[in-house]
């Protein structure tokens, strides 16, 4: 009886109003979304994250496919018969593909055995394929829609993007739907800064056929780093090829070179002398010497390090990049990364370790014997900033070793886009 009554005061109390049912959240307008937005001319509009936009004006965009499932089932269907044609298409061209570079590289026994285990795994997903045993589908589909399609695309800022990344890394609900201030606010419960959390959803990617441009790129870069890597490292126009593998000219030389520039330019200010502007339009000149040497020893791809100082060494910019040589001969960067920091918050264990560097001595010296600002200020000026150049340059290796491993885990993917997304800020 008491259970009863319970449920009749329960009902009541519905009846009434007095209990309202837990709503959802409303969808949040376009301009608070966190996703990008494509819309085209027939009125579709996908939600999710463009990864490149070609140089003849198509769009790549990445969809997660539960919600491409619910929102617009009829186009699902209609694009999932094709996606598993494309998946067994894009593993029978890799498994040609790999057959016949492992034959233009016979010769080398490195690269050999990296090819012939990633054709022996090529091979067997082709099998299972063939058996209808594959794996589950991935999360995210990922569609290419020629310009003509195409009305209106939304790119968000990197900082909503990056939201929308680590929303869909943590799994969190509609986040299509969703506001930037609510995901912000989920994740903030989860104890979750998205601003600190580097964002990786590769893996949850289809596999596709590849351009003769992206295969080019993805050979130079796993080239590089089994055959023959090739590395430049300077500041502005002036590059220099370093040492095999990772290894970096010391700070002593890098530093010694910006430091000698700053002299110049002090001295050229007190003579009178014209022509030496502070700032200058990028050149293109270092990308000329660097090619011209990778041309030479026919490297497909390479990576240039450059320092780029303030003119009063108040902060460091270290500029990363990968570059490769695509059909048709041209050289693109595939991926860039500029890594700045501020000298006033230089390590202070780093400052002391550029402090003892013989080089560095002999130019401050220098400086002091000019009498160009000598003093402990300049002295502390130019160790912040020569610990400030050695912190960027290591974060920018470190993110350079990101991209390069991500890339080399499998020679189906991730997409490796060449067009102007790709020579954006790649991190």
Not at 136 to 154: H, M, W
Request: glycine content about 6%; aromatic content about 6%; some cysteine.
């Amino acid at each position: 009886m008491r259970s009863l009554l319970c449920l009749l005061a329960a009902a009541a109390c519905l009846a009434t109003g007095l209990v309202q049912p837990v709503r959802a959240e409303p969808p949040a307008a376009a301009g608070d979304l966190a996703v990008d937005i494509v819309t085209f001319q027939h009125g579709l509009r996908l939600l999710g994250s463009v990864v490149d936009r070609s140089a003849d004006g198509a769009v790549t965009m990445a969809i997660r496919r539960e919600w491409l499932q619910g929102a617009h089932p009829k186009f699902y269907e209609s694009r999932l018969a094709d996606e598993l044609v494309e998946r067994q298409s894009a593993y029978e061209q890799l498994h040609d593909r790999i057959d016949q570079w492992r034959k233009q590289r016979a010769d080398d026994e490195r690269l050999e055995f990296f090819l012939k285990k990633e054709a022996e795994r090529v091979a067997k997903s082709i099998a299972a394929l063939t058996n209808k045993s594959a794996d589950e589908p991935s999360e995210f589909v990922l569609l290419t829609f020629p310009k003509a399609e195409v009305e209106r695309v939304v790119v968000q800022p990197p900082q909503r993007k990056q939201v929308a990344g680590v929303a869909w890394s943590e799994q969190l609900a509609d986040v299509e739907k969703r506001s930037v201030g609510s995901l912000t606010r989920e994740l903030e419960k989860l104890k979750i800064d998205a601003a600190k959390v580097r964002v990786d959803l590769s893996d949850r990617l289809p596999v596709r056929r590849q351009t003769e441009a992206e295969w080019g790129a993805r050979q130079a870069l796993v080239e590089y780093q089994y055959r023959k890597p090739l590395n430049f490292q300077g500041t502005g126009d002036l590059v220099v090829r370093t040492g095999e593998g990772e290894k970096a000219p010391g700070i002593g030389d890098l530093l010694a070179k910006i430091l000698q520039s700053q002299v110049a330019d002090q001295l050229a200010d007190l003579l009178g002398e014209p022509g030496k502007a502070k700032s200058k339009p990028e050149s293109t000149e270092w990308l000329r010497s660097a090619t011209k040497t990778a041309e030479a020893e026919a490297v497909a791809g390479f990576r240039v390090t450059r320092v780029n100082p303030d003119a009063g060494l108040r902060q460091v910019s270290v500029e990363t990049r990968f570059v490769a040589k695509v059909p048709g001969g041209t050289w693109e960067t595939i991926w860039r990364h500029t890594e700045t920091v501020d000298a006033s918050k230089a390590n202070k264990d780093l400052v002391d370790r550029i402090a003892n560097d013989p080089q560095i001595k002999q130019i401050l010296e220098l400086t002091k014997a000019a009498g160009l600002g000598a003093g402990d200020d300049t002295l502390q000026t130019a160790l912040k900033f020569g610990a400030a150049t050695m912190q960027a340059q290591e974060t920018a290796n470190a993110r350079f070793m990101e991209f390069r491993d991500r890339y080399l885990q499998r020679l189906e993917g991730p997409p490796l886009m060449i067009g102007p997304t790709a020579r954006k800020n790649g991190s």
